[in-house]
C-alpha cells in the first residue's frame, strides 16, 4: 500500500513517502508521488487504494481528483473549516464501498498570532469521525506515521521511529528539520526491506513558516 511520515512542529512541516502504489494487492505504480502541497503552508499525504477513475474523457487515479478537492477547500475557507468540508466530502462522496479504503492527512501551519499548527486525520469510510488536532504550547513536534500495517507491527514502527527521531535531535539541533528528514528516509530505506508494498523511491516535502 504505502509508506508515508510527517514530522512538524510551529514552523515546518516535514514529510517523506515511498513511490509504490498498489490495488487490490497489485502493484500499479512505483513512481506516485503522496504527499503534495496544497498551498505554501499546507501538505496532504494519501495512503490507500490507488485506483484509476474517469472524468472528462480522462483517465487518472482517484488520489489526484482529491488533492484537487482539498485545494478548493482550502482556497476559500478558513483552515480548520477546510477540513472539516473536505473530510465530509470525501465521506459522502468518495465512499469506500465504491471507490475501497484510503487514509488522509493534512498538516497547516495557520496563519494567525499563536503561530497554530492543526492536523486532520481522516478516511473515506462514512462510518468512521475524522479528527482534527492542533500541536499543544508545550509539545516541539508531533509526528504521524500513514502505513498499512496495524496491530502490533503498526505500533512498532511507530515506536521506533520516535525513539530515533529523539535521539537524533538531541544530538544534532543545529539543523532539526533535516535530522527529521533523515529520520524519515531511513525509516522508508528499513521498511522497504522487508514489505514488498513499499518501495526504495523517496520523495521529500518541507514546508517553513515565513
Do not use: W
Amino acid at each position: 500500500m504505502s509508506l508515508v511520515s510527517i514530522v512538524y512542529g510551529k514552523n515546518f512541516i516535514s514529510a517523506v513517502s515511498d513511490g509504490r502504489g498498489s490495488s487490490d494487492n497489485k502493484i500499479v505504480d512505483e513512481n506516485i508521488q503522496k504527499i503534495r502541497e496544497i498551498n505554501s503552508r499546507t501538505i496532504i499525504a494519501f495512503t490507500g487504494a490507488f485506483v484509476a477513475v474517469e472524468g472528462n474523457g480522462q483517465q487518472f487515479y482517484l488520489y489526484e481528483d482529491i488533492i484537487g478537492l482539498a485545494e478548493k477547500c482550502f482556497r476559500n475557507n478558513t483552515v480548520k473549516n477546510a477540513m472539516k468540508l473536505f473530510s465530509t466530502y470525501i465521506k459522502e462522496k468518495r465512499s469506500s464501498e465504491e471507490f475501497g479504503n484510503f487514509q488522509i492527512t493534512i498538516v497547516s501551519l495557520v496563519e494567525n498570532g499563536n503561530h497554530d499548527t492543526l492536523r486532520l486525520s481522516t478516511d473515506n469510510n462514512p462510518k468512521n469521525k475524522y479528527a482534527i488536532d492542533k500541536i499543544k504550547a508545550d509539545d516541539h513536534i508531533g509526528n504521524v506515521i500513514m502505513t498499512h500495517q496495524i496491530g502490533d507491527k503498526a505500533e512498532e514502527i511507530n515506536a521506533t521511529f520516535v525513539e530515533n527521531l529523539q535521539k537524533s535531535i538531541f544530538s544534532d539541533l543545529s539543523n532539526a528539520i533535516q535530522v527529521y528528514q533523515d529520520e524519515q528516509v531511513k525509516l522508508n530505506h528499513q521498511v522497504s526491506t522487508y514489505d514488498d508494498s513499499v518501495n526504495e523511491n523517496v520523495y521529500k516535502l518541507v514546508l517553513k513558516r515565513n
